[in-house]
């Protein structure tokens, strides 16, 4: 089976690790029962969610990060005021566009024609460049800039204060090259500038669901409005936009500034903003949601404790792949602000399953068996129990394998999924083919060394 185009309700928030979303739902119509009970304990953007609920299954998902709760709840919501949701972002955009600051920063005058128009971003890659676009010349200006000069703004609206030193992944020369300890030195200061007045608009609307939707924009743009961007490939020919290069915290000497007020626009209007990702939504799910689902905000172990034994069809669940992504830690660049919109929206990084500076991998192994357990004491006697898995690191399969058999679980079919996309993990697979993922399918049961043996002799790794 082949991976199909993402609809909408997939790309709007920015998560690492989807999965193909039809060949996960073709995986929940196959080993749930219609109407059965389809438990995810790592859910992240929420794709065992909504799978679940396409294919009339019941799900039941959690995940420590609050994104995942943000973006199902949001994602899920129906009988929303699109035309006052509209108008309130119309105003807040509005507003802001006629505030000096953002008229010195980011209002231009069309060096062809005179219009007043708006600059995309700045590029320092050596020199530094505007680019606009004047809708009125039909053109994509990028130009250097010579007589620019740069206004330390007053923030004087809440902007999150977090300190880079206490998350985890940060490198000695990230902080370095940083210059600060402040996780709001991720943004230059014009930006954080008009993102912490944007932002100050929003917790004032007074109508909660767009309130929460418009949070949910915002932070769409943080990231792309850090310095942690970088330009693209000049050959690329998309001089509008760019992304955060890489999962990790960033800094490079070509950096690439995207204005925030075009980029929340764009998080509510554009082809993968809110108001899109809703009607995606409503198409792919219906437009009354028929079908009960439960998400969890919590640590799995915790969540699963409070869980009546052998009532869950099936689990299906993605776990974090040892050091590979730094789920958590990379998250607090949405949840720093995330935190005082809601403030049980918090990271608790404690007990995160993963490995970093402060979680060996007896750590993982050991937490990522005690959640195994619990699954297993959650699931109907014959139910299945699916992972997916990659790395390419020998001690990271033998976690896995360690927490599979610790708990009761058997595997019986692994099967190797290629895709159009490469995975985080980006392993080789012997053709050479970059390969998605591996599926384990498992079920309770004795392990015996033949079920890996041809497992082991299937996948070969790069290094
Ligand atoms: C590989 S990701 C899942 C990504 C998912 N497949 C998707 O489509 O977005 C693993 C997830 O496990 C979560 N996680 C890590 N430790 C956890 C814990 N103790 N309890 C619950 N979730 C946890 C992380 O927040 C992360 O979202
Ligand atoms: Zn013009």
Redesign the pocket.
Known sequence: MRETTRPTIYSTMK?W???PHNIWGNYIKKYCPKNGIVLD?????G?TYFESIKNNRRPIT????PI?DMSIRCLTKRNIDTDKLTLITKKIIDKISKEDYYIKEYKYKCDSCGEKIEIYNYKINGKSTITYKCHKCNMIVTKEITDYKETNYIIDKWVPTKKLSDIASISDSFLKRIESDNISYLWTNRNLKILSEIFDLILKIDDDTIKELLVFAFLQCLHLTSRMCVPRDDKSNRPLSTSWGRPAYMLSKKTFEQNPLLAFEKAVFNSTGILKAIDSSKEYLGEKIAVDGRHILG???EVLDTLDSSFIDLVIT????GDL?Q??DLSEVWVSWLEHYNESYKINHN????INKNKNINYYKE?LTNTFNSVNRVLKEEGFFILTFNSNKKEDWESLFYAIKNSNFRINKFIMQKNRRSSEANVKAKEGIAITDYYLICQKGNWTTEHIEDFLNNWRIEI
């Open positions: 998560y690790g989807k999965k304990p790592f859910v992240g953007s794709m959690i995940d420590i990060n995942s640590s799995s172990n993605d776990p974090p792949y992504i789920y958590g007990k995160e399953i993963i937490e």
